[in-house]
């Protein structure tokens, strides 16, 4: 009898994770757990099947009985506008949702968690490997996200090395497509159901800093074989992601070639907003040898733009994300607009962990 818990699987990735996991035959039982708070129940709607329960709730609290053989925790926001609105409600889903969680598990069961590329910061090293250790402000905008992320990276870990729990972390990269919801408020789907609405697109800052951007079927099917499918057993941290860098204005630029009336406008940066991003996949190609991102970002968009027309057409009236986290505007001056970390060569990889890379100097700007 083999019973798994999801943790936020009415979320964007959540869901889909459902999905994949009730392909599989040995599964008996699929616990979902989420308090739709960026969740939502449309995302599964079209589940007719008898092993899955939904339980509307905080994971924190929510009346969950029995163990489970595998446990997935994704109940976290992960849309910066949406995570700073709420951040002590982010810590705890994450921190003491992971501690919840671990007390759920069955002896001998598995704990995954979908860790992020935030726990690098504003990397000083490019690509980012899993040793990396990450620029990170524990005290800035961006911290009840990231320190949360890793607050729950050392719980597991430790629970890993002091009592032999089996776990599975994975630090995701920006991941786009179907089932964002339309006030999300991250870059793609923002741009999508702006220009879908007839509104300029908004980049934050000059747009020059870059993401590696994750077409969700090839990111779930990466988790489906790093996390049962495959047969592995290495705890991570696993980096997955599509390690193709493109910078927000470009991705701005081609949703605006399906747009061409669609204005691109810069508005002040966000604060502490990572200059670049984008997975080292060594340690990924060992344990899923094969995977990759086959769905090119360009391909992606156009995927996701036409699900977000179908979508935004059911929706009587427009639903804002909340508003963005931005610099004020007496702080923004051209010097501002060009991230001071951008303007020196990243260091190399072994270089920068050796030697405990600094802090850029221009990095008060952000403030
Ligand atoms: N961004 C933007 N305009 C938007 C939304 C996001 O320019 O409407 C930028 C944001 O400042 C960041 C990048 O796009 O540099 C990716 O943002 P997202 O919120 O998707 O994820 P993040 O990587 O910041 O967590």
């Known amino acids: 009898m083999t019973r798994i818990l999801v943790a936020g699987g009415l979320g964007f990735i959540g869901s889909h994770l459902v999905d994949r996991l ?14 739709l708070w960026t969740g939502s129940e449309e995302n599964l709607a079209h589940v007719q099947d008898s092993r ?10 929510a009346p969950i009985v029995g163990k489970f053989d595998e446990i997935y925790h994704l109940a976290s926001p992960a849309s910066p506008p949406w995570y700073m609105t709420q951040p002590l409600r982010t810590i705890s889903a994450n921190v003491i949702g992971a501690m919840r969680l671990l007390g759920l598990l069955a002896p001998g069961g598995q704990v995954a968690y979908t860790s992020t590329s935030e726990v690098y910061g504003d990397p000083l090293v490019s690509p980012q490997p899993e040793s990396y250790r990450g620029s990170v ?41 179907p089932r964002t919801r339309a006030d999300d408020g991250r870059a793609v789907s923002n741009f999508v159901t702006q220009a879908l609405r007839g ?10 800093q870059s993401r590696s ?52 406008v ?51 009236a427009p639903l804002l994300a909340p508003a963005p986290v931005l610099a004020p505007l007496d702080i923004v001056t051209p010097a501002a607009l060009v991230p001071a970390a951008a303007e020196k060569p990243l260091a190399p990889v072994s ?9 850029p100097s221009g990095a008060q700007l952000d403030l």
């Open 351 to 359: 270089a920068a962990i050796a030697g405990g890379a600094e802090a």
């Open 213 to 264: 951007w994750g077409y969700i079927d090839d990111i779930v099917e990466g988790l489906a074989r790093y996390f049962w499918r495959d047969g592995c057993d290495y705890p991570g941290p696993l980096n997955v992601g599509n390690d193709r860098e493109i910078s927000v204005l470009e991705v701005a630029k081609y949703i605006q070639k399906r747009f061409p009336e669609r204005p691109i």
């Open 137 to 177: 402000d524990c005290t800035g905008p961006r911290a009840a996200y990231d320190e949360s992320k890793r607050c729950v990276e050392a719980m597991l870990f430790e629970a890993h090395r002091v009592m032999g729990v089996r776990i599975k972390v994975v630090r995701l990269f920006n991941v786009f497509g």
């Open 22 to 35: 009730l392909q599989r035959s040995d599964l008996d039982e699929c616990l979902v757990v989420d308090n």
């Open 52 to 61: 899955v329960r939904i339980l509307v709730g905080d994971i924190e609290q």
């Open 199 to 208: 509104l300029p697109l908004t980049v934050y800052g000059d747009g020059s």
């Open 266 to 316: 810069h508005l002040p940066p966000a604060p502490q907003d990572p200059t670049n991003r984008r997975p080292d996949l060594t340690i990924n190609r060992r344990m899923i040898p094969g995977w990759d991102c086959a769905v090119c970002y360009e391909e992606g968009v156009d995927r996701t733009i036409d699900w977000f027309r179908a979508e935004l057409a059911k929706q009587p």
